[in-house]
């Protein structure tokens, strides 16, 4: 049976089900169930089923309870996969003594701040209205910050200085970090940064310095990743902060790269075919990099609709949930801010008929895009630094990652193995969701059968001994 037949059958046995034990209508397949198709889209699949068991609310608690419960367990599964990688790219077995030059008293490791920040965030100021909600633990001077991102933005603002980075966030320093916007020797390229080990580092492996940085990184939080999924879909922030064509089709390339890797087979070679592009890929990204940059969204109901989330919007949500103390504070937030996020797009359909389905359209896509910006964190200047300095190390000062795409390819093991941990993480969820209520549902309907076979053997048996017929129908109303 071709995996569309299966799907059909699932869902026939559903319906069939809710229509025993007088449940709601099943929605339209053509419109609400856009994984009936021969693809093996798992992701897409169980969050059908649970359209048609449960629908929006369901949904609902799927992103809430990956965005707030799950996030321990998400960036424990990166940095697993962190540390394992680099491991991996220093040696086979040995773990080597850090070479002299990244040493305290050696030349460093340099680079130029583009060659770790794909996406310029370093040109956003972490204190304007953009910056807040794309930086974390922005303190009063920035240097002294736990993020990694926010501090490197201050180091570079003080120009020719030497920071000390990990303190703030492991009370033990591990990095020395300086940027100079000039190179006055002419020997270094302007906007360089050089990177050492902290004098305390000398005399540990290079292994105990790359674990140990990657402990004191925060790769993200419940506000800022959802932030960055609906930037992902609608383009609100990159609208705002005027992100730049060429950034927004590498957006979408990388995207496009993630999602082949996901749908792959676990079995498959991960080879260069998954790092290229077709002319319809192509167009395609030059596409959702114009409607990115343009803040909006076309969606399709009875009629094609632009719909987007507004800045406002995502400031308000992420100011909500970064305040609440509590993990049911910001569940409760979370929750809110997807029921109010919903609300507003389903408002740009005209037709009343179509609010739920852009409702759900809306949660799904949500669903779908969780894993591509976890993905994507790892694109972030605080995991590709720790990543340029060892390449650098194993294969020369002149190793680099000319774009994302070029590290993805370099590091696709790495992507690979993030990618199905972090869909596994969020299948799971989905899975749990949809056994509890299909559970639920064949319960109801075998209390339903026996029911049914209760009713008719007592009617028949009434009936033997003379009770009216309207008696029988009375009766049968109180069972």
Same mark, same amino acid.
């Given at each position: 049976?071709?995996? *569309?037949?299966?799907?059909? +059958?699932?869902?026939?046995?559903?319906?069939?089900?809710?229509?025993?034990?007088?449940?709601?209508?099943?929605?339209?397949?053509?419109?609400?169930?856009?994984?009936?198709?021969?693809?093996?889209?798992?992701?897409?699949?169980?969050?059908?089923?649970?359209?048609?068991?449960?629908?929006?609310?369901? *949904?609902?608690?799927?992103?809430?309870?990956?965005?707030?419960?799950?996030?321990?367990?998400?960036?424990?599964?990166?940095?697993?996969?962190?540390?394992?990688?680099?491991?991996?790219?220093?040696?086979?077995?040995?773990?080597?003594?850090?070479?002299?030059?990244?040493?305290?008293?050696?030349?460093?490791?340099?680079?130029?701040?583009?060659?770790?920040?794909?996406?310029?965030?370093?040109?956003?100021?972490?204190?304007?209205?953009?910056?807040?909600?794309?930086?974390?633990?922005?303190?009063?001077? *920035?240097?002294?910050?736990?993020?990694?991102?926010?501090?490197?933005?201050?180091?570079?603002?003080?120009?020719?200085?030497?920071?000390?980075?990990?303190?703030?966030?492991?009370?033990?320093?591990?990095?020395?970090?300086?940027?100079?916007?000039?190179?006055?020797?002419?020997?270094?390229?302007?906007?360089?940064?050089?990177?050492?080990?902290?004098?305390?580092?000398?005399?540990?492996?290079?292994?105990?310095?790359?674990?140990?940085?990657?402990?004191?990184?925060? *790769?993200?939080?419940?506000?800022?990743?959802?932030?960055?999924?609906?930037?992902?879909?609608?383009?609100?922030?990159?609208?705002?902060?005027?992100?730049?064509?060429?950034?927004?089709?590498?957006?979408?390339?990388?995207?496009?790269?993630?999602?082949?890797?996901?749908?792959?087979?676990?079995?498959?070679?991960?080879?260069?075919?998954?790092?290229?592009?077709?002319?319809?890929?192509?167009?395609?990204?030059?596409?959702?990099?114009?409607?990115?940059?343009?803040?909006?969204?076309?969606?399709?109901?009875?009629?094609?609709?632009?719909?987007?989330?507004?800045?406002?919007?995502?400031?308000?949500?992420?100011?909500?949930?970064?305040?609440?103390?509590?993990?049911?504070?910001?569940?409760?937030?979370?929750?809110?801010?997807?029921?109010?996020?919903?609300?507003?797009?389903?408002?740009?359909?005209?037709?009343?008929?179509?609010?739920?389905?852009?409702?759900?359209?809306?949660?799904?896509?949500?669903?779908?895009?969780?894993?591509?910006?976890?993905?994507?964190?790892?694109?972030?200047?605080?995991?590709?630094?720790?990543?340029?300095?060892?390449?650098?190390?194993?294969?020369?000062?002149?190793?680099?990652?000319?774009?994302?795409?070029?590290?993805?390819? +370099?590091?696709?093991?790495?992507v690979h193995n993030i990618t199905k941990r972090i869909g596994g993480i969020i299948i799971q969820v989905l899975l749990n969701i949809a056994l509890k209520k299909i559970a639920e549902l064949v319960a109801a309907g075998a209390l339903k059968q026996q029911i049914d076979k209760t009713q008719s053997n007592l009617t028949q048996l009434l009936s033997l001994i003379g009770v009216s017929q309207n008696m029988l129908?009375?009766?049968?109303?109180?069972?």
């Open positions: 049976m071709s995996v *569309l037949n299966q799907k059909k +059958k699932a869902f026939g046995n559903i319906a069939a089900l809710r229509t025993l034990t007088e449940g709601m209508p099943s929605l339209k397949t053509s419109s609400s169930f856009p994984s009936i198709n021969n693809n093996g889209d798992t992701t897409t699949f169980l969050c059908d089923l649970i359209k048609s068991l449960v629908g929006y609310d369901a *949904l609902v608690q799927t992103i809430t309870d990956t965005l707030v419960y799950n996030m321990p367990t998400i960036e424990r599964e990166i940095k697993n996969a962190l540390k394992i990688e680099l491991k991996s790219i220093v040696s086979c077995g040995i773990d080597p003594s850090l070479p002299d030059f990244i040493k305290s008293s050696g030349t460093g490791i340099k680079f130029t701040v583009d060659k770790i920040d794909f996406t310029n965030l370093m040109k956003i100021d972490p204190n304007s209205e953009g910056g807040k909600i794309q930086y974390n633990d922005r303190t009063t001077n *920035l240097i002294d910050s736990k993020d990694f991102n926010t501090f490197l933005y201050q180091t570079i603002q003080n120009n020719g200085s030497i920071e000390d980075w990990g303190y703030a966030s492991t009370n033990n320093n591990i990095l020395l970090v300086a940027f100079n916007s000039t190179d006055v020797s002419h020997i270094d390229p302007n906007n360089t940064l050089t990177v050492k080990a902290h004098p305390t580092y000398d005399t540990k492996t290079l292994t105990q310095l790359n674990n140990d940085y990657i402990d004191s990184i925060s *790769l993200f939080n419940t506000e800022n990743l959802l932030t960055n999924i609906i930037n992902a879909i609608f383009g609100t922030v990159a609208n705002f902060t005027n992100k730049s064509l060429k950034q927004l089709e590498n957006d979408a390339k990388t995207n496009t790269v993630i999602d082949k890797i996901l749908n792959s087979d676990n079995k498959d070679v991960i080879s260069d075919k998954y790092f290229s592009f077709t002319n319809e890929e192509q167009n395609k990204h030059q596409e959702e990099a114009k409607n990115r940059k343009a803040g909006v969204k076309t969606i399709t109901t009875s009629n094609p609709v632009s719909t987007s989330i507004s800045f406002a919007t995502v400031t308000g949500f992420n100011q909500t949930i970064s305040s609440s103390t509590t993990l049911l504070g910001k569940k409760d937030a979370v929750s809110t801010s997807l029921n109010q996020m919903s609300n507003q797009v389903a408002s740009a359909a005209k037709n009343p008929v179509d609010h739920e389905a852009v409702k759900l359209g809306f949660i799904q896509e949500i669903i779908n895009t969780i894993t591509k910006t976890v993905v994507n964190s790892i694109l972030s200047p605080k995991v590709v630094a720790i990543f340029i300095i060892n390449y650098k190390i194993i294969y020369g000062p002149t190793a680099t990652f000319n774009d994302p795409i070029d590290f993805l390819k +370099k590091n696709k093991v790495l129908r009375q009766i049968k109303g109180f069972l």
